[in-house]
Each structure stands twice: as C-alpha cells, then as structure tokens.
C-alpha cells in the first residue's frame, strides 16, 4: 500500500490538481506500486510552476536489484496522468480565481478523498503523460528499497561490518545499492540527490536488542536489526533544471523522533525555480521508457486481482469470512448430494 498526501498552507494557489497510480506487484497489484500528484503552484499573481510528486514503493529484499530497477522501468510506463484523473471543472465559470480543495463527503471508494475545482484556463482538460515532462518539476520519494548488500547478514556482519558509530557511515554508503545502479544508468534516470549525511533509514528493532555492541566493543547508536543490512532505503529525488537557476536544496535529513516502524522518515527542504522554456528539453522530452499503450487496461485488471486477493484474505482470515466460506462450502455439498447421491 502506497499513499501521497498533499498539505498546502495556502490551497488556493494550487490549481490544475491531477492524480494517478501504478501497482508494482505480483500481477500489478499494489502490495508494491507508486502513487502520484501533479498539480500547478501559483506563487506569484502572474507566475506558476507545475509540479509532479510520485511516492513509491518498490521491490524489498537484499537481492532484489534487478527487481528494483524493473519497478522503476514499469512505473515510468505505466504511472500516467489521464484527462479522466483531473478532479472536476471550476465551480464558477465566471471567475479566474480557483476554488480550494475540500474533503469528499461521498464515502464511496472509488471517489478520491481530495477533491478539487480546476480551471485550466479555457475549462480543456490536459493530456495524458507520465511522469516525465517538459513543463513540470518532477520528484521521486518514498521506500525505494534499495540496500547495501545482496545477501542476508550474518552474526559476524553485525558485530563487524554494520555501521555502529557515525564514523562508521561514510565508508558504509559506498555499498549503497541505489547510488551505484544510478551511475549505471539503471533506475531513477536523470534525477539527483542532496548529500545523504543521516545514517541509514532501514531496518530499526522494534523492540530493544540484547545487544548492540558493535566490533569495538562499545555500544552502538543504532538499535538495527539483526536480519536486515542497514541500508538507506528511503530517499527523496529530484529532476534538475539545469542551468544558472535550480533546485535548491536546503535540508535533507531522517527524522528518528519519528520511531514507531522499522524504517526512519526523510524529509527534504528545498526551491522549486519556475521552469523556461530553454530548460524543457532532453530527457523531460525524451523520457527513459515510453508510455505503455496498454497501461489503463492493466490497471483495471489489477484492481480486478485486488479485490479477489482482498476476498479472500477476508474470507480466511476473520470470523465472518470464515462463516461465510463454511455456509458456501456447506452449500455446495448439499447440492451435490442432492444430485448425485
């Protein structure tokens, strides 16, 4: 399960407000997958910026890199902005300035629960993309899973060669999966990061170790887990400009206040410049992969998958699921001993 949720101090700037969704999983469903938000940001009265904001979820497992770099291939085919995700038209025609967005009261599942009036000027609805554009800042968070390793940790990995002080951390990026496949040109293309200086986001205990003695023999600063390489798997991306004016990035950290999962948040703190249109060219015209054709069809498939996988699990998993199932079961051999017997 993959969300992205939008807040905005001053909502009324942001107008044009898009959505979209990929599963990543067995089949496309989204035990993995990516959800995204592209929205217009109107800063000033005469400038604005588009802006696309993907939260992904990929592949996990130390030897899954491959896996890893495939999901980010399916997500540039198959993650598309549609005309049919814009939220509605202006609630009032006869007005420039849009309306803020506001909480569905519609429970229905298939209704998103942000919705929002747009006016995008001369009320035509944009035309489907991916995540790839010329007129529009692109960036990528979320739990990419990459590791540091391809193989699970053994006793002696732990005493000797997880990162147990803040000395420890420099030497122990080099191992990271995700810089290493982006210098090969294998995932996340074109897009950057600030330098990463916070100690790795994956995998925290839970609860308290017996031990977490590194090869020192002093006491680690990190309750990691025994079973997980540490690794930075949570990450914020983004596409650069180029040019004399960028992104600006200003603070990129973890946040360990926040520790109640295994993993530790990342927050990034940066400018968005307003984009020309000098700068609206090579791979944001030209992205990595082209968009599958065949994309809306293999989503709706995969919700199809979903709700049978969701069912089931229902059906097995809670009392009345399991009552429901029995009566079937009951039923059917009732009618087959009826016509057989």
């Given at each position: ?197 916070f100690p790795p986001t994956y995998k925290y205990a839970t609860t308290p170790q017996s031990s977490t ?129």
């Amino acid at each position: 399960m993959t969300a992205l949720l939008l807040f905005a101090a001053q909502p009324e700037r942001i107008t044009n407000l898009r959505s979209a969704a990929v599963g990543l999983g067995p089949g496309g469903i989204s035990n993995k997958g990516a959800a995204a938000l592209r929205f217009t940001y109107s800063h000033a009265p005469s400038t604005a910026v588009d802006i696309t904001l993907v939260s992904a979820h990929l592949a996990a497992h130390e030897p899954c890199v491959q896996q890893r770099n495939q999901d980010w291939e399916s997500l540039v085919r198959r993650l598309v902005f549609d005309a049919s995700t814009s939220t509605g038209t202006s609630a009032s025609t006869n007005t420039t300035t849009p309306a803020p967005p506001h909480i569905q009261s519609d429970t229905s599942e298939a209704t998103p629960l942000l919705s929002h009036a747009i006016d995008s000027g001369g009320g035509v609805a944009p035309a489907a993309s991916g995540i790839y554009s010329p007129a529009s800042h692109l960036l990528v968070m979320g739990d990419l899973n990459y590791r540091t390793a391809t193989s699970i940790p053994t006793a002696h990995d732990y005493a000797h060669a997880f990162p147990h002080t803040e000395a420890d951390l420099p030497v122990f990026l080099t191992r990271d999966q995700l810089s290493a496949e982006r210098a090969a040109g294998n995932t996340l293309h074109g897009l950057v990061e600030a330098p990463v200086t916070f100690p790795p986001t994956y995998k925290y205990a839970t609860t308290p170790q017996s031990s977490t003695t590194g090869s020192s023999g002093k006491a680690g600063m990190w309750n990691w887990a025994r079973h997980r390489w540490p690794s930075w798997c949570d990450r914020i991306l983004w596409l650069p400009v180029g040019g004399e004016v960028d992104v600006v990035p200003y603070n990129y950290t973890s946040i360990p206040a926040i520790a109640f999962s295994d993993h530790q948040p990342v927050a990034l703190h940066a400018s968005l410049p307003s984009l020309v249109v000098g700068e609206r060219e090579g791979i944001r015209a030209r992205p990595p992969f082209p968009v599958d054709g065949e994309w809306r069809v293999k989503r709706q498939n995969a919700v199809a998958r979903e709700q049978l996988v969701g069912y089931a699990i229902v059906g097995m998993t809670t009392p009345a699921g399991v009552a429901v199932a029995g009566c079937v079961v009951f039923g059917v051999v009732m009618l087959w001993w009826t016509i057989f017997a």
